[in-house]
């Protein structure tokens, strides 16, 4: 079956430690999201990426940083200078841009704060 | 920049009754329209699609959504609440250009026994 996998689905950090969310689609997918989620605040755009190799900036990606080496993953790392990490983070896909295909998305993982 | 209003950000109805959730959005260009459903520590799953076709849509589960340009609206109905329908909603906008969604800050339905 085709899809995105998250991992891990429960992650803890350490103040002043990096940690870094897998996310992986077989669904040959050509763009890739990264939203992180609180509650009432719906979701919000860290960072996305188009094609391999090039990603963009969303609305929230400072303390953030990502990668898209391959087509199928695109991990994302929560730096230290991310003061507030608690929350739940969700990855999606979508087959082609400037079309009308809607989003489809990972599990999820929940980060919290040790 | 595009936006999508739910209001209500919690909704109860009996089980059995009429589900009404409700959403609103700008755009200057005719909009594709998603909305999607999420369990507690789940992702979020689609539930049904407007993408300038028929303006009454029919979804998963029994759920369905009127588009109405004139109002801007795309709200979520099903005749007849389950149990199973406890969930988060979420609508969600794309102008179809570029590859940004747009998301509204959901709706919790509660059913009541």
């Known amino acids: 079956d085709g899809g995105i996998t998250q991992s891990p689905k429960y992650l803890f950090r350490k103040e002043g430690q990096n940690v870094t969310l897998s996310c992986e689609q077989n669904?040959?997918?050509?763009?890739m999201y990264w939203y992180r989620q609180d509650p009432g605040q719906g979701l919000r755009l860290i960072y996305y990426?188009?094609?391999?190799?090039?990603?963009q900036k969303g609305d929230i990606a400072e303390g953030y940083s990502v990668s898209r080496e391959k087509k199928e993953s695109f991990p994302l790392t929560v730096t230290s200078a991310q003061k507030n990490p608690t929350a739940f983070y969700l990855c999606?896909?979508?087959?082609?841009?400037?079309?009308?295909?809607?989003?489809?998305f990972g599990d999820g993982t929940r980060l919290s704060i040790l | 920049a595009q936006s999508v209003t739910q209001l209500g950000s919690h909704v109860s109805v009996s089980e059995g009754a009429l589900v009404l959730l409700r959403c609103n959005y700008s755009?200057?260009?005719?909009?594709?329209l998603f909305w999607y459903v999420q369990y507690p520590n789940q992702g979020l799953q689609l539930l049904l699609k407007?993408?300038?076709?028929?303006?009454l849509v029919k979804g998963i589960n029994g759920f369905e959504a009127e588009f109405k340009k004139s109002e801007t609206s795309f709200h979520l109905t099903k005749p007849s609440a389950h149990m199973s329908d406890a969930a988060e909603y979420f609508c969600?906008?794309?102008?179809?250009?570029?590859?940004?969604?747009?998301f509204g800050t959901g709706t919790s339905l509660t059913v009541i026994p």
């Open positions: 755009s200057s260009v005719p909009p594709y």
């Open positions: 990426s188009q094609i391999v190799n090039d990603f």
């Open positions: 407007y993408t300038s076709a028929a303006t």
């Open positions: 999606a896909s979508l087959g082609r841009v400037n079309s009308n295909q809607p989003q489809h």
């Open positions: 669904l040959n997918h050509d763009a």
């Open positions: 969600a906008v794309s102008e179809g250009t570029g590859n940004q969604f747009y």
